[in-house]
């Protein structure tokens, strides 16, 4: 991602993405997604020669026989408070389950606690009909 410099009004790089994806015959996946840029906490980092690493996504995605698909997702990032810290792990939780007048969708958000147990903060049930 190229952004106009405050400085030089000139585009410059500000962030890089990149991203791994691994897929399997049986229909199953897993990717990576990792974000590099020059932040530092809540604004960017003006003294910075390199990117760091800002944010890490991961998931996993499998298929049951009965055409189910499960996926998980966990995401974290760079701290404000402390920009050499990371936040504490999301993970978010879907499952999709065929039905005979569409589908069903259960997402289940969890984040970790302070005492490192992850706690569900969310849960979203949705009926898809076709």
């Known amino acids: 991602t190229f952004e106009r410099s405050p400085a030089t009004a000139e585009l ?3 962030k890089r993405t990149v991203g791994k994806l691994t897929e399997r ?10 974000t590099y840029g020059f932040n530092a906490g809540s604004g960017v980092n003006l003294n910075a020669t390199q990117m760091e690493l800002q944010s890490v996504q991961s998931s996993q995605t499998s298929v049951s026989r009965d055409g189910t698909v ?21 993970l978010t939780q879907k499952v999709s389950k065929p ?6 969708v259960r997402t289940d958000v969890y984040e970790k606690g302070v005492n490192g147990r992850m706690t569900a903060t969310e849960s979203l049930i949705e009926k898809v009909e076709k």
């Open 12 to 14: 410059e790089l500000s």
């Open 70 to 90: 499960n996926e998980k997702i966990s995401y974290k990032e760079r701290s404000a408070a402390n920009p050499r810290e990371f936040t504490a792990e999301t």
């Open 99 to 104: 039905t005979a007048d569409g589908e069903s």
């Open 25 to 34: 015959p049986d229909g199953s996946s897993s990717e990576t997604v990792e």
